[in-house]
C-alpha cells in the first residue's frame, strides 16, 4: 500500500508542478516506508503463493517509482539520473530473485495470471536469438550512435584508471551494448517500450562502478539508452527522462572528449520530439 501511495504522490507531483516539491518529497517517505516493510517480508523463508505474488508486483513496481520520483522537484535532488539508473540495477537484481523464487514456489495459474504465452516467448527469444536476427525499427539510430563512440574518443582513452584498467570493464560494455541493441530490437517494434527499463538489470559489477566513476565510453552507451528512452515519453513517470539522463551525462567530465557526439545525440532526441509533436 505504502508503494501505491508513493505512485500516487509522484503523479500528483507531476500533474500539480506547484506543489511538486511537497509531493515528490511525500513520494519519497512512502517509498522508504514501503522499502522496509518489504525488507521484512523478505526474511520470511518459506513465503506462500499470494506473498510472493505481492513480492514480485512491488518489486517491479519499485522501479516505476523510482523514476517517477526523478521527475519531481524537490524529491529528484534524491539521486542524480546516473545514480537513478544505478537503483535500478539493483532493484531489478532484486526483482530477478524474487521473480525465479516465485517461479520455483507458484502454482501455474498463479504464474500465468502475471505472464501471457506471449510476454514468455518475447523473454526467450530476447535471451537466446543473435540482435542480428532483429534489425531496428526504421528512424531508429541507436546502432549508429554506439558505432560511432569510439571515433570520438582518442585511442589512449580506455578508461580514467589507465595506469590500472579492469578486466572486466571491457566485456562490462561489450554485455550492456549487446543488451541494448536486443532490447530496442525487440521491444520497441511489439509495442512493449515500458520493458526498456529493465537494461539495467543486465549491467555487470564492472559496468556499473564504471558508470558510477564516469568511465567515458560508459558514459556514451549511457547516454545511447537516454535516447532510447524517449519511446517512455507517452509514460507520466518516465516524460523527458532520457533526454534529463543525456543532459546529465552531456555535462560531466566525459563532455571533453565527447562534447560533439552528445550535441549530436541531442540533436536527434530534438528532432524526434518535433516528428512526434507533428504527427
Known amino acids: 500500500m505504502d508503494l501505491l501511495l508513493g505512485l500516487a504522490a509522484a503523479h500528483l507531483a507531476v500533474l500539480t508542478p506547484a506543489e511538486s516539491q511537497r509531493y515528490g518529497l511525500r513520494a519519497v517517505d512512502y517509498q522508504n516506508r514501503a522499502l522496509s516493510g518489504f525488507n521484512l517480508v ?13 513480492m514480485f508486483v512491488f518489486s517491479a513496481y519499485l522501479g516505476i517509482l523510482e523514476v517517477a520520483i526523478s521527475r519531481t522537484a524537490g524529491a529528484s535532488q534524491k539521486h542524480s539520473f546516473v545514480e537513478t539508473m544505478c537503483a535500478l540495477t539493483r532493484l531489478f537484481r532484486g526483482s530477478q530473485f524474487v521473480m525465479k523464487k516465485a517461479k520455483e514456489v507458484m502454482s501455474d495459474e498463479t504464474w500465468k495470471s502475471i505472464f ?20 531496428m ?21 580506455d578508461s580514467h584508471h ?30 512493449r517500450a515500458a520493458q526498456l527499463l529493465s537494461w539495467p538489470a543486465m549491467w555487470t559489477d564492472d559496468f556499473m562502478r564504471d558508470v ?30 532520457g533526454r534529463d539522463l543525456v543532459l546529465e551525462v552531456a555535462s ?22 518535433d516528428r512526434s509533436a507533428t504527427i
Open 116 to 135: 501471457r504465452d506471449d510476454d514468455s516467448k518475447l523473454r526467450l527469444r530476447h535471451q537466446t536469438i543473435d540482435h542480428d536476427d532483429f534489425p
Open 252 to 273: 560531466g567530465s566525459s563532455s571533453l572528449v565527447l562534447g560533439p557526439f552528445y550535441t549530436q545525440l541531442l540533436g536527434m532526441m530534438e528532432s524526434s520530439s
Open 137 to 157: 525499427p526504421d528512424g531508429e539510430s541507436l546502432d549508429d550512435m554506439l558505432a560511432e563512440i569510439d571515433s570520438f574518443l582518442p585511442m589512449q582513452v
Open 162 to 191: 589507465s595506469s590500472s584498467p579492469r578486466d572486466g570493464s571491457a566485456d562490462g560494455r561489450e554485455q550492456a551494448v549487446k543488451y541494448l541493441r536486443r532490447l530496442t530490437a525487440i521491444q520497441v517494434p511489439d509495442g
Open 42 to 54: 523478505l526474511q520470511n523463508p518459506h513465503p506462500d503463493d499470494e506473498s510472493l505474488l505481492a
Open 212 to 241: 558510477q566513476e564516469g568511465e567515458p565510453r560508459c558514459e556514451a552507451i549511457l547516454a545511447c539508452y537516454g535516447l532510447t528512452l524517449r519511446y517512455l515519453n507517452d509514460r507520466w513517470w518516465a516524460k523527458d527522462f
